[in-house]
């Protein structure tokens, strides 16, 4: 199977600064004959369930505000929030697709400083 | 709208077994690969089983044998038959829809639970 480790586990950026989460897998998402990365960020609030965000790694999902940003390829990825927003907190996950299983990192939680 | 229903998830005693069920709606529920999610309280998403269009059905190691999927397209309908449930499976299972054959995940239900104890 292959692993995503996010970094860090947890962060806190003031409101209207840029938060940034990694996600590392274990081996490469990049399939080659398609130049795609299988990689997919999730948003999950408290009590909810996850919200799909970027797909492709850098695709923003409809309806996602545009602060969201997904950039990467192969085997290393950032989500980028550019300017951090109270409606923001949550715990955001990294997802590969690139093969069965699909597995997840373990997530990031995001908090106001 | 787009949504996903969960329902059936319960308190059961270890070795017991359970059916969870999920209803799509404002979709055409037939055209799309499904998949079980499910959480761990405080813990993160794992992926537990799919069923894509054709009926291929794909699980993780540690259910493969004991957990079933199943699709009734008729009936805008996905299941998730559990049988010889361990503590391990205690958690949140959401239902959740592949997008156009891959395996991310665009439209997720609000979760069901099963709480594995005696």
């Known amino acids: 199977d292959i692993v995503m480790t996010q970094s860090p586990d947890s962060l806190a950026v003031s409101l209207g600064e840029r938060a940034t989460i990694n996600c590392k897998s274990s081996?490469?998402?990049?399939?080659?004959?398609?130049?795609?990365?299988?990689l997919a960020w999730y948003q999950q609030k408290p009590g909810q369930p996850p919200k799909l965000l970027i797909y492709?790694?850098?695709i923003r999902q409809s309806g996602v505000p545009d602060r969201f940003s997904g950039s990467g390829s192969g085997t290393d990825f950032t989500l980028t929030i550019s300017s951090l927003q109270a409606e923001d907190v949550a715990v955001y996950y990294c997802?590969?697709?690139?093969?069965?299983?699909?597995?997840f990192g373990q997530g990031t939680e995001v908090d106001i400083k | 709208e787009v949504q996903l229903v969960e329902s059936g998830g319960d308190l059961v005693q270890p070795g017991g077994s359970l059916r969870l069920s999920c209803t799509a709606s404002?979709?055409?529920?037939?055209?799309?690969?499904m998949h079980w999610v499910r959480q761990a309280a405080g813990k993160g998403l794992e992926w537990v089983s799919t069923?894509?269009?054709?009926?291929?059905?794909y699980y993780r190691g540690s259910v493969k044998g004991r957990f079933t999927i199943s699709r009734e397209n008729a009936k805008n309908s996905l299941f998730l038959q559990m049988n010889s449930l361990r503590a391990g499976d205690t958690a949140v299972y959401y239902c959740?829809?592949?997008?156009?054959?891959?395996?991310?995940?665009?439209?997720w239900g609000k979760g069901t639970t099963v709480i594995v104890s005696s």
């Open positions: 959740a829809r592949g997008s156009s054959s891959y395996y991310y995940m665009d439209v």
């Open positions: 404002g979709f055409t529920f037939s055209n799309y690969d």
């Open positions: 997802q590969q697709y690139y093969t069965i299983p699909p597995t």
């Open positions: 081996q490469t998402v990049l399939y080659s004959s398609n130049n795609k990365n299988y």
């Open positions: 069923i894509n269009v054709a009926g291929d059905t």
């Open positions: 492709w790694a850098s």
